[in-house]
């Protein structure tokens, strides 16, 4: 008996749908089209902020739910909040100071603000060019406990950011998600916002099966989607260890990896002409 048609793609988008320096190529942007035509739905999920994905909406016609803050914050095409899920109140200052404790900058996204102390921080002006709004520079963290979407380490010192990754997950447990999205990110959220949850949603939404449904992405926090999918993908510039977690590689971003994966293992798989 052969495997279901894959009706739906779920794309992780730095690092996997666009290049290093965060372009959407012509290739990935027709290869997008090509599913659009083959009745293949495709949506994304990601780290950014919503607005740090609304530059996606035209030229990729997505019309399916965008995922943001890793599904902390659920939007359709017009940037409407369908679901939100925030950082527990409690939790908020004292993930701070543990994130702080290791040497890393922080950021808390609130609402739709960028909150941060440091506006000349490793990542602020590449992260600002990236999502195409500015941050606000706050003087301390004190009172922002609610509506918090996200809270995020930033170092280079990736040493660091793997000890306040282990740390982060041993003191809190099951009552946040801590993982890297980047190499100097440590992304915290609720803990049903993660990218698996967004592939259960999306799956309810279109009333698919996980079998029916690909994943592609590069980091690990991309390793709880591709256990929900029956087709996963990993980039070519993923680590060895999210290589490992996907069924299959694709090339690295820099190197059509997206547009490679969408012919190699979603079109075709499908039966659909590449």
Known sequence: MSAPAIRLMLA????TLVTQDKLLTDRAIEAVHRMND????FAVTSGRPPKGMSMLLEPLALTTP????????IVDDQMQTIE?????????GPMIELITSFGLDVWVYQGAE???????GPHVDREAWTVKFPPKVVTSYEGVTDRVSKITG?????????QATAAAQAKFGQRVS????QPYYLDVTNPDANKGD???????????????IATIGDMPNDILMFAHSGTSIAMGNAAPEVQRAARFVTSSNEEEGFANAVDQFVLRSSGKPT
């Open 12 to 15: 992780d988008v730095d690092g």
């Open 38 to 41: 083959a009745g293949i739905l």
């Open 66 to 73: 965008i995922a943001a803050f890793n599904g902390g914050m």
């Open 84 to 92: 939100q899920r925030t950082v527990p109140a409690e939790v908020v």
């Open 114 to 120: 960028w909150l941060l102390q440091h506006d000349k």
């Open 154 to 162: 930033v170092s280079d010192d990736r040493a660091k950011i793997d």
């Open 178 to 181: 801590a993982a890297q999205s």
């Open 198 to 212: 967004v592939v259960k949603f999306l799956a309810s939404k279109y009333k698919l099966s996980n079998e029916e």
